[in-house]
C-alpha cells in the first residue's frame, strides 16, 4: 500500500470516526472523591451542553480551549449532581478533536447516571481504546506511544512503569527512527551504486553495503532482546516454590507475601493443594505458588496435590527449589535435581541457621541462594538471584524497551529481513535482491510505529485497552 493511499485510508477511517461523539467514564468504577465522563468529537461541546449547567450562566459553547466552569448535571429537569466541565478544542486535546471532561463525585450510581444522560443527549458509547486510537489516528500519538498508556496505566511496580514511560516519551520511536534512517540511506546507497556502477566511489562497495546492513541487525537485535526481561517486568513472573515435604517452603512463601499465607507446622505434607499469592520482590513482581511437597506417597489426597506441583513446575517461568539445608540429600530430592535440570531455576538452601549436612556438590554450575527462612535472613540475596537470572537486572529502564507482542513481531520480522539482506550479500545475489530485503525491513518497522498498518492490527491492539482511554 502506497503512502498516498495509506493516508486516503486513514483518511477514511478518522473520517468515519468523527460522524461518531463517543463518551465514556475514564475512571474506575467505586467510591472515590471524583470521577470523570469523558466526551469526544464533533459534537462533545453541544452534547456536554445539554447535561451541564454553569452557575456563570455561560453556556459552554463560548469557552475556549481549556477553561472550566462549576456547575450541575442535569437529566432533563432532574438534577444529577454538581460538577466541573472542563472544555478543550481541537486539536489541542488527547484525541485530536474537541473534547468535554465532566467530574463529578466518585460514585457508581452518579458516574452512571451522569453517563446515561449524555448518551441520551446524543454521544455513542465508546469503544475499549477508542479515545487513544483517535490520538493516534490524529497523528497526537505514534502507534508505540499509544501502546505504552495502557502499560503506565496497569504498571504493577517502579520498574514497569519506568519502561511505559520511557515508551510514552519516545525512546522506542526513536530508536526506530535511527535504524530506518541507516536503512534508508543504506537503500539509497545501494540505487546509486546499482545506477552508477562504473564509478569509482569509495562508500559505494558491497563490503560497506554489508557494514552498515550489519550494523542495523545488530541494533535490531539489541531491541529485540530486551523483550522477554520486560514482559517478566510488566507481567509478573509466575515463579512456583517446590521441594519435598518439610524443608521450608510454606515459610518460604509467607517470608515473601510478609503475611501467614501458608500452614506451617513441624508435620511434613501440610501443604496439599497449590496456595497462590501475588508479591512485589524489589522491582520485580511475582506471581508466587507454593505447592505440595513433590515425593512418592500412596495417600491419594496428598498424590493429588503432588501431580498439581509437578504441572505447576513445568509450566512456571521460575523455579525455586527449596532443599533442607542441615539434611542429607534423599532420593527424593535428588530426582527433583533431574526434574528441574532444564528450567530456569534458583536452588534454594534453607535452614541456613543449622548445622549444615547436605552435599553442596550437586548443585556446582547452578545459582544457589543460602536463606534462614524462619529467621528471615538471605532476601537480598534471593531477590539479586532473580534480578540476575531472569536479565531484569541488565535491563536499561530509561532505554528503548519492546513493550507488546505487536512490536515483538513488527522487530523479530525486520531482524529476519536485514539476516537475509546481509546474507544474499555474502553469496552474491543481485542488489535488487538485497534492496527487496531491506524494503521488508523496513515495512516491519513502519507497521510497528503505526506509519504503514492496516486497520485490522490497530483494532487488534486497541481492543486490549480499558474503555474510557
Known amino acids: 500500500m502506497c503512502y498516498y493511499k495509506l493516508n486516503k485510508h486513514f483518511q477514511k477511517l478518522g473520517d468515519l470516526m468523527s460522524e461518531r461523539t463517543i463518551a465514556a467514564i475514564a475512571t474506575p468504577l467505586g467510591e472515590g ?28 459553547s463560548c469557552f475556549c480551549g481549556y477553561e472550566a466552569a462549576y456547575g450541575r448535571l442535569c437529566s432533563g429537569d432532574e438534577v444529577l449532581d454538581d460538577g466541573i466541565a472542563l472544555v478543550f478544542k481541537a486539536p489541542k486535546s488527547y484525541t485530536g478533536e ?30 475499549a481504546g477508542e479515545f487513544t486510537k483517535r490520538a493516534f489516528l490524529n497523528g497526537k500519538l505514534d502507534l508505540s506511544k499509544a501502546e505504552s498508556v495502557m502499560g503506565l496505566i496497569s504498571a ?49 562497495s558491497v563490503e560497506n553495503f554489508s557494514t552498515m546492513l550489519r550494523s542495523a541487525a545488530d541494533k535490531t537485535a539489541a531491541l529485540l532482546s530486551t523483550y522477554d526481561a520486560g514482559k517478566l517486568i510488566r507481567e509478573g513472573v509466575d515463579c512456583v ?20 499465607r501458608s500452614i506451617v507446622t513441624d508435620i511434613a505434607g501440610t501443604t496439599r493443594d497449590i496456595i497462590e499469592e ?43 527449589a527449596v532443599f533442607d539445608a542441615a539434611s542429607p540429600l534423599t532420593d527424593d530430592d535428588r530426582k527433583l535435581i533431574d526434574d528441574i535440570s532444564e528450567k530456569r531455576v534458583i536452588i534454594i538452601l534453607n535452614k541456613t541457621d543449622l548445622e549444615t549436612k547436605i552435599d553442596r556438590t550437586v548443585f556446582d554450575g547452578m545459582r544457589v541462594v543460602e536463606i534462614s527462612a524462619k529467621q528471615g535472613v538471605g532476601l537480598e540475596s534471593l531477590i539479586k538471584a532473580i534480578e540476575e537470572i531472569t536479565e531484569i537486572s541488565n535491563l536499561n ?37 538485497v534492496g527487496v530485503c531491506i524494503d521488508d525491513a523496513l515495512a516491519a518497522f513502519l507497521e510497528l510505529t503505526g506509519k504503514r498498518v492496516t486497520n485490522e492490527v490497530t483494532d487488534e491492539i486497541f481492543r486490549r485497552f480499558c474503555v474510557g482511554k
Open 33 to 60: 472523591g471524583i470521577g470523570v465522563i469523558r466526551i469526544s468529537g464533533e459534537k462533545a461541546v453541544a452534547i456536554a451542553e445539554k447535561c451541564f449547567k454553569a452557575f456563570s450562566n455561560k453556556p459552554l
Open 98 to 127: 474537541d473534547v468535554v471532561e465532566l467530574s463529578v463525585h466518585g460514585g457508581r450510581i452518579v458516574l452512571k447516571s451522569v453517563l446515561r444522560a449524555v448518551l441520551s443527549a446524543g454521544a455513542d458509547l465508546a469503544d
Open 156 to 204: 504493577e511496580n517502579d520498574t514497569a512503569y519506568r519502561i511505559s514511560r520511557a515508551a510514552k516519551d519516545g525512546r522506542i520511536s526513536k530508536e526506530i527512527d535511527t535504524i530506518t534512517n541507516d536503512l534508508l540511506l543504506t537503500a539509497a546507497s545501494i540505487a546509486t551504486f546499482t545506477d552508477y556502477p562504473d564509478e569509482d566511489i569509495p562508500e559505494l
Open 241 to 260: 516454590i517446590v521441594g519435598k515435604p518439610n524443608v521450608g517452603k510454606s515459610t518460604l512463601m509467607n517470608l515473601l507475601s510478609g503475611n501467614e
Open 278 to 320: 501475588t508479591v512485589n520482590l524489589g522491582d520485580i513482581t511475582l506471581r508466587l505458588s507454593d505447592t505440595a511437597g513433590i515425593h512418592d506417597t500412596d495417600d491419594t489426597v496428598e498424590n493429588v496435590g503432588v501431580e498439581r506441583a509437578r504441572k505447576k513446575l513445568n509450566d512456571a517461568d521460575l523455579v525455586f
Open 397 to 433: 529502564t530509561n532505554s528503548a524497551v519492546l513493550i507488546s507482542e505487536h512490536q515483538r513481531a513488527c522487530t523479530e520480522r525486520a531482524l529476519n529481513a536485514l539476516n537475509e539482506a546481509v546474507c544474499a550479500l555474502e553469496i552474491g545475489n543481485t542488489l535488487d535482491a
